[in-house]
C-alpha cells in the first residue's frame, strides 16, 4: 500500500501544551485519510492536520453512522517510540465497524498508515514520564442520501494529541438507576459515537448531585455493577479483585485486559463474574471493600474514593492507604517507558 505524505509547510509543533487543561485540544500536524467506497479502500494519505469538506447530508452526521477508537503511543527510556498493543484497537474498530454495517477498515491502512503517521510527527510524541501521544482513528458514513441504510461510502481519518501525564482527581460515582449505558443486544460492547451523547444527561445529574460522574448498572435488573462512565471498573475486596464479566453491555477495554493480565502476573486472584451493587454495599458495610478504581486509555488507572448508593453514600479507604491499583498502575507505566522487558510484546515499534 502506497501512503502519499503531504507535509504540513510549517510545524506547529510550538504550540504543543501538556496541561491538563488543554488535553485534547491541540492536534499534531498531521493525520491520516482514506476513503471507502463500494468496499474498496483508495487515497490513503497523510496531510496537515485540518478541516474536511463534506455535505451536511452524510449519514455519519444524520444517523449517528460512526464508530471511534483510542489508543496511545509512548516514548521509551532509550527514546524509541512504541504502540501500546495497536492490533487490538485495529480488531475493536473493525468489530464496531461491523456492528454499525460499515466497511472494516483494512489492517495495512490502520496499522502502517498509523505508524507513518506517527514518525511524520514523532517530535510531538512526549518522553517517558511527561507523557504520551492520544491517538484518535475515526470512521463514518459519508454516503450523501438521506435514506437510512447500510453505508456505501466512508472516510477513515486518525488524527492525534500529545497529553501530558494524567493524575485524574479521584472519582466520586453516583450508582443510577434512571439511565443505562447500554442494554443487552444494544451495542454497549463496541465504541460508536451514539453510545456517548445518551449518557451526558445522567453524568449531568450526578455533577448536579455533587458527584463526579455515574456508576452504571445493568439495564434489565439495574441490579449488576457494568462500567464506571466511559471507563471499566474494578473492586478490591478483602484481597481480591473482582470486575464485571465482558457482555454484550460492556466494553472490552484493552486497559482492562492489560491490568487483570498484569494482577495474574502479580500473583494478584482476579475474578471476572457479575457483581451486584448490593454485594458492593456489604462488602462495604463489613468493611472489606478496600479499592475501587476505573481504567481506560486516557488515565490507565482511575481511583474511585465514594460511591453514592440509595441516598448514602459508601467512603472507601484513602487513595494513600491502597496497594493493589497503585502498584498495578507502577508495572504498567514501567512497562510502556520500557524499563521493563516486554515479555508480552505489547509495545509495537514505529
Ligand atoms: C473506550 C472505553 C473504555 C476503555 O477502553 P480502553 O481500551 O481501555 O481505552 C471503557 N468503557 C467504555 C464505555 C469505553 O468507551
Given at each position: 500500500m502506497d501512503i502519499e505524505v503531504r507535509r504540513i509547510a510549517a510545524s506547529r509543533i510550538g504550540e504543543r501544551d501538556l496541561?491538563?487543561?488543554?488535553?485534547?485540544?491541540?492536534?499534531?500536524?498531521?493525520?491520516?485519510?482514506?476513503?471507502?467506497?463500494?468496499?474498496?479502500?483508495?487515497?490513503?494519505?497523510?496531510?496537515?492536520?485540518?478541516?474536511?469538506s463534506l455535505p451536511p447530508s452524510i449519514s455519519g452526521l444524520q444517523y449517528g453512522i460512526s464508530v471511534f477508537e483510542g489508543h496511545?503511543?509512548?516514548?521509551?527510556?532509550?527514546?524509541?517510540?512504541?504502540?501500546?498493543?495497536?492490533?487490538?484497537?485495529?480488531?475493536?474498530?473493525?468489530?464496531?465497524?461491523?456492528?454499525?454495517?460499515?466497511p472494516e477498515v483494512p489492517e495495512d491502512i490502520y496499522l502502517e498508515g498509523l505508524k507513518e503517521l506517527i514518525r511524520t510527527d514523532r517530535d510531538w510524541v512526549p518522553?517517558?514520564?511527561?507523557?504520551a501521544?492520544?491517538?484518535?482513528?475515526?470512521v463514518f458514513a459519508t454516503d450523501a442520501a438521506l435514506r437510512v441504510g447500510p453505508s456505501s461510502a466512508c472516510r477513515f481519518v486518525i488524527f492525534t494529541c500529545a497529553v501530558g501525564q494524567y493524575y485524574p482527581a479521584p472519582l466520586r460515582l453516583l450508582v443510577t438507576t434512571d439511565h443505562v449505558r447500554a442494554?443487552?443486544?444494544?451495542?454497549g460492547n463496541v465504541k460508536p459515537a451514539g453510545n456517548y451523547a445518551p449518557a451526558l444527561l445522567a453524568e449531568a445529574q450526578a455533577r448536579h448531585r455533587?458527584?463526579?460522574?455515574?456508576?452504571?448498572?445493568?439495564?434489565?435488573?439495574?441490579?449488576?455493577?457494568?462500567?464506571?462512565?466511559?471507563?471499566?471498573v474494578f473492586f478490591v475486596i478483602d484481597s481480591t479483585v473482582v470486575t464485571p464479566g465482558?457482555?454484550?453491555t460492556i466494553l472490552p477495554g484493552i486497559t482492562r485486559d492489560s491490568v487483570i493480565t498484569l494482577l495474574e502476573m502479580m500473583g494478584i486472584p482476579v475474578e471476572e463474574r457479575p457483581v451486584s451493587i448490593d454485594e458492593i454495599a456489604a462488602a462495604h458495610a463489613t468493611g472489606r471493600l478496600r479499592e475501587c478504581f476505573g481504567t481506560g486509555t486516557a488515565a490507565t488507572i482511575s481511583h474511585v474514593v465514594e460511591i453514592g448508593y440509595q441516598g448514602?453514600?459508601?467512603?472507601?479507604?484513602?487513595?494513600?492507604?491502597?496497594?493493589?491499583?497503585?502498584?498495578?498502575?507502577?508495572?504498567?507505566?514501567?512497562?510502556?517507558?520500557?524499563?521493563?522487558p516486554d515479555h508480552l510484546g505489547w509495545l509495537i515499534p514505529v
Open positions: 496541561s491538563p487543561q488543554s488535553f485534547g485540544t491541540v492536534f499534531c500536524d498531521h493525520m491520516l485519510v482514506a476513503e471507502c467506497q463500494y468496499s474498496e479502500w483508495t487515497d490513503a494519505r497523510i496531510e496537515p492536520y485540518g478541516p474536511l496511545k503511543a509512548f516514548r521509551t527510556v532509550s527514546g524509541e517510540v512504541v504502540l501500546f498493543r495497536p492490533h487490538e484497537n485495529w480488531e475493536r474498530l473493525r468489530r464496531s465497524c461491523r456492528r454499525l454495517v460499515l518522553g517517558p514520564g511527561e507523557g501521544l492520544y491517538i484518535r482513528p475515526c442494554f443487552p443486544g444494544g451495542t455533587g458527584f463526579s460522574g455515574v456508576l452504571w448498572l445493568d439495564g434489565r435488573e439495574r441490579r449488576f455493577v457494568e462500567e464506571a462512565g466511559v471507563m471499566n465482558l457482555s454484550d448514602k453514600t459508601l467512603r472507601l479507604p484513602p487513595v494513600a492507604d491502597r496497594e493493589i491499583a497503585p502498584a498495578v498502575l507502577t508495572r504498567m507505566t514501567a512497562l510502556r517507558a520500557g524499563r521493563e
